[in-house]
């Protein structure tokens, strides 16, 4: 547990599923406000995808019950003017945003020379220019407020290559890019940046992974992975307490950094 954090005020991009809820449900243990931000519906890119607003309303209800307050918004990361609604709305509801997660993203399996533009844009515009719309839009606000803690969910794959996963190695490693650059942008206003590199963690994504691939999930995390400590994935309790600790004041001075969660994959 963490007092610092009761009655401040995190938003969550793709908080209804995976990492992100577990993350919202952790700040709600502490007594925090959760601004909920989520698609709300399904979308054709990557077929697996089957997102409902239902989540988020059963989201905002599992907050509550952990200690928390929820104000909840569906929307596109990639629509400014979705995004801006959820910003009002949840500075409306609670006053302030201490923290950001940029969560949202998807992963799809595809060799690059093959990838249609679509596949393309839509993997960078979701999981790129949605971090950087949630940014540009509550930088300002952390800046008013002369403090904050922003938080980019990258990847193991934003640190090295991957096979047949170009694009999202691509979206992933501009995160790191932008993290750095805004801790630098934004450092003399009180505001920390950090990427996080976690393995194959389990989610609904590895599972949607494996139905395109006709493959369990286990072997869908080991052939995406390939971890060190033999386990085929992580937990997003597991990655949910780390955000924790880069969010607190414990780690105040740490920013522009990239904190790897690989059980030693990248050692290899």
């Known amino acids: 547990m963490y007092k610092e954090f009761n009655n401040k005020t995190v938003f969550i991009t793709g908080a209804a599923k995976g990492q992100g809820r577990a993350v919202a449900t952790a700040f709600a243990r502490c007594g925090a406000n959760v601004i909920a931000f989520d698609l709300g519906k ?3 890119y990557p077929a697996y995808n089957d997102g409902s607003e239902d989540a988020l309303a059963s989201l905002k209800t599992e907050i509550e019950a952990a200690g928390g307050k929820a104000f909840y918004c569906a929307g596109d990361v ?13 500075l409306k509801a609670f006053g302030s945003i201490d ?3 940029n969560n949202a993203g998807i992963c799809a399996y595809g060799y690059s020379h093959e990838l249609t533009e679509d596949e393309w844009d839509a993997m960078i515009d979701i999981n790129l220019k ?8 509550i930088i ?6 002369q403090k904050g803690v922003i938080i980019n969910n990258s990847s193991v794959g934003g640190l090295r290559g991957m096979n047949r996963l170009s694009h999202y190695a691509a979206s992933k490693w501009a995160l790191v890019g932008l993290t750095k650059s805004w801790a630098l942008e934004n ?9 996080i590199h976690p393995t194959g963690v389990n989610t609904p994504m590895n599972d949607g992974l494996a ?6 999930p286990q072997e ?23 955000v924790l600790f880069l969010y607190s004041e414990k780690a105040k001075y740490v920013t522009g950094s990239q904190y790897v969660l690989d059980a030693g994959l990248l050692t290899r």
């Open 187 to 195: 450092t003399s206003f009180g505001i920390r940046v950090i990427s």
């Open 211 to 216: 139905f395109m691939e006709g493959a369990t």
């Open 220 to 242: 869908i995390a080991v052939r995406s992975a390939g971890n060190l400590i033999p386990v085929p994935w992580i937990e997003p309790d597991d990655v949910a307490d780390s």
């Open 42 to 44: 399904k979308i054709s």
């Open 140 to 145: 300002p606000v952390m800046r008013r407020q």
């Open 130 to 137: 949605g971090a950087w719309l949630a940014g540009k839009l």
């Open 78 to 90: 990639r629509n400014a003017a979705d995004l801006q609604a959820a910003v009002e709305g949840g």
């Open 99 to 101: 923290y950001l997660f």
